[in-house]
């Protein structure tokens, strides 16, 4: 398959990596730095230019350099910066847009039998870049605390790897014709806490993350699609 060849390509040589620090193997650009190679790649191939911008705005990467636990940074960043990782983010659903105040999937606080709290959660994220060839997705849902078990509710952004149990990931759509990888993720699946971006205390706190980290995306990377066409014309 020519498009994965050259997400493998892209993932192996570091072009997923120019918002993580080099402290975790990453190639940390400026912004300038970043416009210019994104514009470059996109002059070429458009699709090409999407796929190299999504792992590089709303990673997860990002949301885990800003908000990650030490322990999450040490286990998934360097994998991330390396390629071993191809990151998607789920965002998007049928009913919300990509508005996370919308109607969108929800989690709910139980106790497993062991007494551990556990977060069942059901996705029907829609429109994801990257989502049939990523393995490791960055999850939106609005968590339910009913019971008072955590203490904390509202949006929450959570972890999720490839081979997670229920995750249903085998939708590949493209309505535009327009050769990026997109499709659905899916499934009820359990979550423990720690799964949580930035663990427990995390929790809730979802809108405020995506807020601060969108900016990548809207401030850099879009502009640099309009800034290719410019110089291609």
């Not at 949301?63 to 998007?92: N, V």
């Not at 060839?133 to 605390?145: S, Y």
């Not at 493209?174 to 929790?203: A, R």
Request: glycine share 10%; aromatic share 6%; with cysteine.
């Amino acid at each position: 398959d020519n498009n994965n060849k050259w997400i493998q390509y892209l993932a192996k040589n570091k072009y997923f990596s120019f918002l993580i620090d080099e402290k975790y193997n990453g190639i940390k650009l400026s912004v300038n730095e970043m416009s210019n190679i994104l514009t470059k790649i996109t002059s070429v191939d458009p699709a090409l230019g999407v796929v190299a911008m999504v792992p590089n705005s709303l990673g997860p990467g990002e949301l885990l350099t800003m908000y990650g636990t030490e322990e999450q940074k040490d286990k998934y960043l360097p994998k991330l910066a390396c390629g071993d990782l191809i990151p998607c983010f789920g965002l998007t659903g049928p009913n919300n847009g990509s508005d996370a105040t919308g109607k969108i999937d929800s989690g709910i606080t139980f106790k497993d039998k062991d007494e551990k709290i556990k977060i069942q959660v059901s996705l029907n994220k829609r429109y994801i870049t990257l989502s049939p060839v990523a393995n490791l997705m960055g999850i939106a849902f609005e968590l339910k605390d009913p019971e008072n078990l955590i203490g904390k509710s509202g949006i929450t952004l959570a972890l999720v790897e490839r081979d997670h149990r229920g995750l249903i990931q085998d939708t590949h759509h493209n309505p535009l014709n327009v050769g990026f990888p997109n499709g659905t993720i899916k499934g009820n699946i359990m979550l423990d806490p720690s799964q949580v971006i930035g663990g427990e205390e995390q929790i809730g706190n979802g809108w405020k993350m995506l807020m601060e980290c969108l900016s990548a995306g809207r401030g850099i990377s879009l502009p640099a699609t309009a800034n290719a066409s410019s110089k291609v014309s």
